[in-house]
């Protein structure tokens, strides 16, 4: 179906899908007409359409350069709903609620490091447990659940993982309200009970990295990066924990659906009014997770302050592994946002996409309110990361967003044949990135070649004028689940 969907160009890196059928609104693409042709070779585009059909959508869906098939929506997906008469859907938040990245600077340079990098990353690899189910030393108790959900990083900073001055570099300060634990079943509480601290599997890591451009040396300063630095990001979520709650929502979107009648052109669309009780009832458990993947992130990363501190034998000041910024890229959030010319409250969904809000913007942190909103874009292990910066084009075009990463172009089996018979992990070595997993299954499904040029999707948002370059970032050691 997706060679025959109609796509108009609108410039040469905005796309339109007319609507058509049920459609409510036109789905717009983010790409250029030679990364069009391989989006076309999946069902992204088809999902883009069908997200069009959604109760209360406003004005376009939306689909970032990174997007492939997802469950429902695509990943990469951007969509907001009337904050009355609209919908939440799990699928448009995605399984790993608030699965997000996070990005660590030192004082320290390539040079500095390098001698005991290999240590390093033995080091964080041991004391931050990854793979599928893998448990950590944490074992939360009801209290506990009770803290996280309500406190967000407040809980881990008062446990003492990490500084108070953490909280004010995380969307929301790191405290999502309206959680509810007795909107959590007791299946997401024991799926979690252990996993704060831990990494996952799939796509998550752990990546210490190098500043190898800066773009914008104003906005770059104000973000504490320079050229040469050493940085640390961490990508992962809510784990189990999130996972349970999309699972047991979805089952009850379902049966909100059929009661009401409402028939979409996917069952993995399944949605429920947000002013019902459902959907009520979703969002209180979906605040429990927001907060639990915020923690789990805070935890991780002052695993690696130690992990530093004892491989080479410095201080905090000496270290100064500040957070430049944490932005949740598995999200829905309520914003106000200028629709038809009104200004209007709308239940943005991001499934693989980020904030990109401008200076000034009211739900930036007072930190980083005079630059704009900081966004993290990650590849693959063996290529680049960048840090963007929002823009009041990506408020006007998109509600303030961008997009999270690379965005697959081979699925897990297709890279696993491509794999076979290769060592990723030696010919990775030999471009001077030390990888470390818990399977090297893993490494295969994530192999360089199975996403996209990093490089072409991040020109994608910054010529569409949705997020500014800032600074690249170069692996140099790479912890995959």
Known sequence: MNDRIEVRKIHDYLWE????????????????????????????LEQVMNVAYLPGIQKY??????????????????????????????GGVG?????????????????????????????IFRRVPCGLGEGGKIKLSQEDYKQ???????????????????????????????????????????????????????????????????FDPSVANSFGLFKGQVCVLIHCGS????????????????????KKGLELPDKQLACAHIKSEEGRRYLSAFAAAVNYAWV?????????RDSFYSVLRIGPKELGGSLVYDVSHNIAKFETHKVNGEMKKVCVHRKGATRAFPKGHPLIPDIYKHVGHPVLIPGDMGRASYVLVGTEAALDETFGSSCHGAG??????????????????????????IVMAKGRKTVFEEMPEAYK??????????????ANKVARLRPIGVIKG
């Open 296 to 304: 789990n992130r805070q935890v991780i990363m002052s695993f690696v």
């Open 408 to 433: 697959r172009m081979m699925s897990r089996t297709k890279a696993l044949k491509l794999g076979r018979g290769r060592d990723i992990i030696s010919e990775l070595g030999e471009k001077g990135i």
């Open 95 to 123: 399984y790993d609620i608030n699965c997000g990245v996070r990005l660590m600077r030192t004082s320290l340079t390539e040079e500095e490091v390098k001698p005991s990098l290999r240590d390093l990353v033995t080091d």
């Open 17 to 44: 899908i007319p609507r058509t059928g049920g459609m409510l609104v036109p789905g717009r693409v983010y790409t250029t007409e030679k990364m069009l042709e391989a989006i076309r070779e999946e069902k992204a």
């Open 453 to 466: 040029l990093i490089d072409d999707v991040v020109d994608v948002v910054h010529n569409a004028g949705i």
């Open 61 to 90: 869906s939306i689909a970032m350069p990174d997007i492939h098939w997802g469950y429902g929506f695509p990943i990469g997906g951007v969509a907001a709903f009337d904050a009355e008469d609209g919908v939440i859907s799990p």
């Open 239 to 258: 784990r189990g924990f999130g996972h349970q709650v999309c699972t047991d929502y979805i089952d009850v979107m379902l049966s909100y659906m059929r």
């Open 148 to 214: 996280i959900i309500s406190k967000g990083i407040k809980w881990a900073i008062e446990k003492g993982y990490g500084e108070k001055e953490d909280a004010q570099r995380v969307e929301d300060y790191g405290t999502f309200a309206g959680g509810d634990p007795a909107a959590v079943s007791e299946r997401a509480y024991e799926r979690g009970k252990d996993e704060i601290g831990t990494l996952g599997s799939g796509n998550h890591f752990l990546e210490i990295d190098v500043v190898d451009e800066i």
